[in-house]
C-alpha cells in the first residue's frame, strides 16, 4: 500500500519527460534505478514467486507426499472432474467450501471488531495522562506473545472443566453451567475470534495511534472554539483524517486473518466446523500426503485473498477520492 | 598458550578417533507423561554396551503431529533420525521409506502378541518391531462402586445407569461438576479409536473389512453411535467434545468423575503419590454392546522401525533388536508399566508384581480390535479422518446417526473408488 503510493508520486513527472522524448538523463536514470530494484525483484522471484509457480503447477498435478517426484499431469481434475458421471473435486467439495465461508466470516468480524476497539484504544492513548508510556507498552504485550503460546494459554484457560474464564463466570453468577467454549460448535467460531480480537487489537491501535499523532492541532482548537461537540468532531473531522491509515491497517489485518492457521489450528485442531482454507489445505498436503489437491486448495486461497484485497483496496480508494473533492 | 593449544588437539585428536570405530544413531522416542526418561535409561544401556551414542529427538505429543513431523522427513528423504517410534497405524502409510526387518526379526518375532506383528507388516514384509502394546481400558471409581453397591457395568446400559446413579448421588453431596462418564471426543485420531469401540462392541464391525469392504453403514453402528450421542450433556461433560486423553485423565483424577476411557499409562499416573485417587482406582475391559456384544478395546501400541535413509543402519537395527528384546521389554513393564508384546511377559512373576491387572491385560489384547490401516494402507488417514468427522458431527447432535452413517459410507466409497492402494 505505501509503497504502491510513493511509485505513483515518482511516476507522474516521469510520464511527462517521456511524453516530451526521452533525454539521455531521464535514460540513464531509469537504467539507475532498475539497477536499484534489481535485487529486490530477484529475491521476490526467489522466495515468492518460485514457490507460487511451483504450486501452482503442482495443482495440475497428482502428486503425493510419500513420493514427490513422481507424479503425472493431470488438468483440471483436482479442482473439478467428473467421475462415472459424479462431479468430484475441489470445486464440488462441501468441505472446502465451508472452509472459504469459515474464515471470511472470521476476518470479516474479527478485523471489524478489531477496527472499532483498535481506533478506542487509540483516542485513549492519544490523550494525555501521567503513565501514558507505561501504557502503550503494556498494551502491547498480548501482540508480542506467539500466536501459539496465546492460543494454548487461551485454551486451557477456556477449558469447561479447569479453565479459569467458567470460574470466573459461575463465581459472578453469569452462567448456571460450565460454557464449553471450545468444544460446542456454535461458540467455537465467536472464541476463535475473541482470542484473536485480544491477540490483534493491539496492533490496530498502534497504527491508528500512529496516524491520530500526524493530525494537526489547530483543527481541534478551532472545533473547540466553535463549540462542537466531541462526538461531531470525531465523527467530522478525526475519522476523515485517519481513514487513509484506518484502510491501511484494515488491510494488513484481514490479510493476516483470512491465512488464519495457528489459532484454529491450535483451539479446534482439524475439527469440520471450524476449519479455515488454511487449515484445509495442510491437511490435505501433510495429513493425507494429496500434494496435488492441497496445491489446487493453495491455489485458490491465493486467488480468494488476491480478489478480496483488490476489492478492499478498490472500494477504499472510491470512497477517499470523493472525500477529498 | 602454547601448551593449552597443544592440550585442546590432543583433546579433538582423541574426540575423533573415539567417533571413527563408534557411531552415533538418533531416536525419536515420544515423551508422554514419563516416557522420555524410561527411553533414555534403555537407549544408554545399549550405548553402554555397544560403545556406540545414541541422540534422543523429542517428537510433538499430539500423535497427529508427530506423524506429520515424520512424513516431511522422510518424504525428503532426511537422514536426521534413525530409528522412529512409530504408531500401529501407521506402518502402511510410512512404509516406503522404512527399512525391511524381516531378514532381522523373522526368527523373533514369533515371539510377540499376533495382533502386533500383524500391524508390523506390509504385504508380507516385517516393516518394524513391536515395541509396546496398547488397548483401550475403562477406569472406575471402586470406592464409589462400593459406596453405591454397583458392580463394575458388564454393557454400557450398565454403564449409562451406574454412571447416572453416581453422578445424582454425587451432586446431591455438594459435588456440582462431577461428572459419571469421560472419554476422548476431539476429532482427531483418539475420537476413531473410541468409536471404533463402540462399534465393535456391538458386533458393528471395523468400519473396513479385511477385505476392503465398506461396513459402516449397519444398524449396530447406528446403535452404538446414538448410545454414545446419549451420553454427551447427561452423564458426560459437553466439552468432552474437545477432550484427548489428559484433558480427560485431567478430570478424573481430580475425582470428578466415577468412570473414564483411557489407554494404561493413565494407570501409574492415577496411582502415583500426588494423586487424588490413589487406591480408589480399578480398571476393567470396556463393557459390551449387549448381552450378545463383546468386550471390545481398540488397539494401539508403537512400534520401532529404521529410516531407509539411514547412514547408520546396522547399529540402528542392532539398537531397535536390543529395545524390543526380552530384558529391554520386561524393564519397561515393570519400571514404566508399559505393556511388553513379548507373549512370555505375561506370565513373568517381577512384572505381575509391578503390574498386578498384567493377566486382565492379556486378555484384553488378545480381544483387541485393530483399526483398518493395513487394509486401507495409505489412505488410512483419509478414512480415519472422514469417520471422527462423522462421529463428532454426531456426538455435538449436528447429524442423525444413520444419516451421518450413510453419508460416511458414500465418503469412503468414494475415497476408495478403484482400490485402497
Same mark, same amino acid.
Given at each position: 500500500m505505501i509503497m504502491s503510493g510513493a511509485t505513483i508520486q515518482a511516476s507522474a513527472p516521469a510520464r511527462e519527460t517521456v511524453r516530451g522524448g526521452r533525454s539521455s538523463l531521464t535514460r540513464s536514470r531509469i537504467r539507475a534505478a532498475w539497477i536499484f530494484i534489481a535485487p529486490t525483484l530477484i529475491v521476490l522471484a526467489l522466495i515468492a514467486g518460485w514457490p507460487l509457480a511451483r504450486t501452482i503447477w503442482f495443482s495440475f498435478t497428482d502428486a503425493n507426499l510419500n513420493s514427490l517426484n513422481d507424479y503425472e499431469f493431470i488438468g483440471l481434475e483436482n479442482y473439478i472432474a467428473n467421475y462415472d458421471g459424479e462431479w468430484l473435486g475441489l470445486l464440488t467439495d462441501t468441505d472446502w467450501w465451508r472452509s472459504v465461508w469459515n474464515t471470511? #466470516?472470521?476476518?470479516?468480524?474479527?478485523?471489524?471488531?478489531?477496527?472499532?476497539?483498535g481506533t478506542i484504544v487509540a483516542l485513549i492513548l492519544n490523550a494525555s495522562f501521567p503513565g501514558r508510556g507505561i501504557m502503550r507498552a503494556v498494551i502491547l504485550i498480548p501482540w508480542a506473545i506467539p500466536t501459539v503460546?496465546?492460543?494454548?494459554?487461551?485454551? #486451557?484457560?477456556?477449558?469447561?472443566?479447569?479453565?479459569?474464564?467458567?470460574?470466573?463466570?459461575?463465581?459472578?453468577?453469569?452462567?448456571?453451567?460450565?460454557?464449553? #467454549?471450545?468444544?460446542?460448535?456454535?461458540?467455537?467460531? #465467536?472464541?476463535?475470534?475473541?482470542?484473536?480480537?485480544?491477540?490483534?487489537?493491539?496492533?490496530?491501535?498502534l497504527l491508528i495511534l500512529a496516524a491520530l499523532q500526524m493530525l494537526p492541532g489547530d483543527i481541534y482548537e478551532a472545533a473547540k472554539v466553535d463549540g462542537v461537540h466531541p462526538v461531531r468532531v470525531f465523527f467530522r473531522v478525526t475519522l476523515p483524517l485517519i481513514k487513509p491509515a484506518l484502510i491501511v491497517a484494515v488491510i494488513f489485518r484481514a490479510l493476516d486473518a483470512l491465512r488464519v492457521f495457528d489459532l484454529i489450528y491450535v483451539l479446534?485442531?482439524?475439527?469440520?466446523?471450524?476449519?479455515?482454507?488454511?487449515?484445509?489445505?495442510?491437511?490435505?498436503?501433510?495429513?493425507?500426503?494429496?500434494?496435488?489437491?492441497?496445491?489446487?486448495?493453495?491455489?485458490?486461497?491465493?486467488?480468494?485473498?488476491?480478489?478480496?484485497?483488490?476489492i478492499t483496496m478498490a472500494a477504499g480508494r472510491v470512497r477517499l477520492g470523493g472525500e477529498t473533492r | 598458550m602454547s601448551r593449552v593449544i597443544?592440550?585442546?588437539?590432543?583433546?579433538?585428536?582423541?574426540?575423533?578417533?573415539?567417533?571413527?570405530?563408534?557411531?552415533?544413531?538418533?531416536?525419536?522416542?515420544?515423551?508422554?507423561?514419563?516416557?522420555?526418561?524410561?527411553?533414555?535409561?534403555?537407549?544408554?544401556?545399549? &550405548?553402554?554396551?555397544?560403545?556406540?551414542?545414541?541422540?534422543?529427538?523429542?517428537?510433538?505429543?499430539?500423535?497427529?503431529?508427530?506423524? &506429520?513431523?515424520?512424513?516431511?522427513?522422510?518424504?525428503?528423504?532426511?537422514g536426521d533420525i534413525d530409528v522412529f517410534q512409530i504408531d500401529v497405524v501407521w506402518t502402511g502409510i510410512l512404509a516406503d521409506h522404512l527399512q525391511d526387518l524381516t531378514s532381522n526379526g523373522q526368527s523373533v518375532v514369533s515371539q510377540h502378541l499376533p495382533a502386533m506383528v500383524e500391524t508390523s507388516r506390509v504385504n508380507g514384509k516385517l516393516m518394524a518391531m513391536p515395541w509396546f502394546a496398547d488397548a483401550g481400558l475403562l477406569y472406575y471409581r471402586k470406592d464409589l462402586l462400593d459406596k453405591y453397591k454397583r458392580p463394575v457395568p458388564q454393557t454400557w446400559s450398565d454403564l449409562t445407569e451406574t454412571a447416572r446413579m453416581i453422578q445424582e448421588g454425587e451432586r446431591k453431596e455438594g459435588k456440582g461438576d462431577f461428572w459419571g462418564y469421560v472419554w476422548q471426543g476431539r476429532a482427531y485420531e483418539g475420537l476413531t479409536t473410541v468409536a471404533l469401540?463402540?462399534?465393535?462392541?456391538?458386533?458393528?464391525?471395523?468400519?473396513?473389512?479385511?477385505?476392503?469392504?465398506?461396513?459402516?453403514?449397519?444398524?449396530?453402528?447406528?446403535?452404538?453411535?446414538?448410545t454414545a450421542a446419549g451420553w454427551v450433556g447427561t452423564i458426560t461433560p459437553e466439552g468432552v467434545l474437545n477432550y484427548t486423553e489428559e484433558e480427560a485423565r485431567g478430570v478424573f483424577q481430580?475425582?470428578?468423575?466415577?468412570?473414564?476411557?483411557?489407554?494404561?499409562?493413565?494407570?501409574?499416573?492415577?496411582?502415583?503419590?500426588?494423586s487424588t485417587i490413589k487406591d480408589k482406582v480399578g480398571i476393567a475391559p470396556l463393557p459390551k454392546g449387549g448381552a450378545d456384544g463383546r468386550h471390545a478395546g481398540t488397539l494401539g501400541g508403537q512400534l520401532l522401525a529404521v529410516s531407509k535413509y539411514s547412514k547408520n543402519?546396522?547399529?540402528?537395527?542392532?539398537?531397535?533388536?536390543?529395545?524390543?528384546?526380552?530384558?529391554?521389554?520386561?524393564?519397561?513393564?515393570?519400571?514404566?508399566?508399559?505393556?511388553?508384546?513379548?507373549v512370555s511377559l505375561y506370565g513373568d512373576a517381577d512384572?505381575?508384581?509391578?503390574?498386578?491387572?498384567?493377566?486382565?491385560?492379556?486378555?484384553?489384547?488378545?480381544?483387541?480390535?485393530?483399526?483398518?490401516?493395513?487394509?486401507?494402507?495409505?489412505?488410512?488417514?483419509?478414512?480415519?479422518?472422514?469417520?471422527?468427522?462423522?462421529?463428532?458431527?454426531?456426538?455435538?447432535?449436528?447429524?442423525?446417526?444413520?444419516?451421518?452413517?450413510?453419508?460416511?459410507?458414500?465418503?469412503?466409497?468414494?475415497?476408495?473408488?478403484?482400490?485402497?492402494?
Open positions: 471470511v #466470516w472470521f476476518t470479516a468480524i474479527s478485523v471489524s471488531i478489531e477496527a472499532v476497539l503460546v496465546s492460543a494454548k494459554m487461551w485454551n #486451557w484457560m477456556l477449558h469447561d472443566q479447569f479453565g479459569v474464564i467458567n470460574d470466573m463466570l459461575l463465581r459472578l453468577g453469569l452462567i448456571a453451567a460450565p460454557i464449553t #467454549w471450545t468444544a460446542n460448535p456454535d461458540t467455537a467460531l #465467536w472464541t476463535v475470534v475473541m482470542v484473536d480480537v485480544w491477540k490483534t487489537t493491539p496492533f490496530m491501535a479446534t485442531a482439524n475439527s469440520r466446523d471450524t476449519m479455515s482454507m488454511s487449515v484445509f489445505a495442510r491437511q490435505q498436503l501433510v495429513d493425507f500426503q494429496e500434494v496435488g489437491l492441497g496445491s489446487a486448495a493453495s491455489t485458490l486461497i491465493f486467488l480468494i485473498i488476491a480478489l478480496l484485497i483488490v | 597443544a592440550s585442546l588437539t590432543l583433546a579433538a585428536g582423541l574426540l575423533t578417533s573415539a567417533s571413527v570405530s563408534a557411531v552415533e544413531i538418533s531416536i525419536s522416542c515420544s515423551a508422554l507423561g514419563k516416557e522420555y526418561e524410561i527411553c533414555k535409561q534403555g537407549v544408554d544401556a545399549w &550405548a553402554q554396551k555397544t560403545g556406540n551414542t545414541v541422540k534422543i529427538v523429542s517428537t510433538p505429543n499430539s500423535a497427529t503431529e508427530r506423524l &506429520a513431523l515424520y512424513q516431511q522427513l522422510l518424504a525428503a528423504g532426511a469401540e463402540w462399534i465393535a462392541s456391538y458386533n458393528g464391525g471395523t468400519i473396513v473389512d479385511e477385505k476392503g469392504e465398506v461396513t459402516v453403514e449397519n444398524p449396530k453402528a447406528v446403535e452404538a453411535l446414538k481430580a475425582g470428578n468423575a466415577a468412570f473414564m476411557r483411557n489407554w494404561p499409562y493413565a494407570w501409574a499416573l492415577a496411582q502415583g503419590a500426588d543402519a546396522d547399529a540402528a537395527i542392532d539398537l531397535v533388536m536390543y529395545l524390543t528384546g526380552q530384558e529391554e521389554q520386561k524393564r519397561r513393564a515393570v519400571q514404566g508399566s508399559f505393556n511388553p508384546t513379548l512384572v505381575a508384581k509391578a503390574n498386578p491387572f498384567i493377566g486382565d491385560l492379556a486378555d484384553v489384547f488378545a480381544n483387541a480390535v485393530a483399526r483398518p490401516a493395513t487394509v486401507t494402507g495409505q489412505n488410512y488417514n483419509k478414512v480415519s479422518t472422514e469417520f471422527f468427522n462423522a462421529v463428532h458431527q454426531v456426538l455435538s447432535k449436528r447429524a442423525e446417526p444413520a444419516q451421518a452413517l450413510n453419508r460416511l459410507d458414500r465418503d469412503l466409497k468414494r475415497i476408495k473408488r478403484s482400490g485402497w492402494q
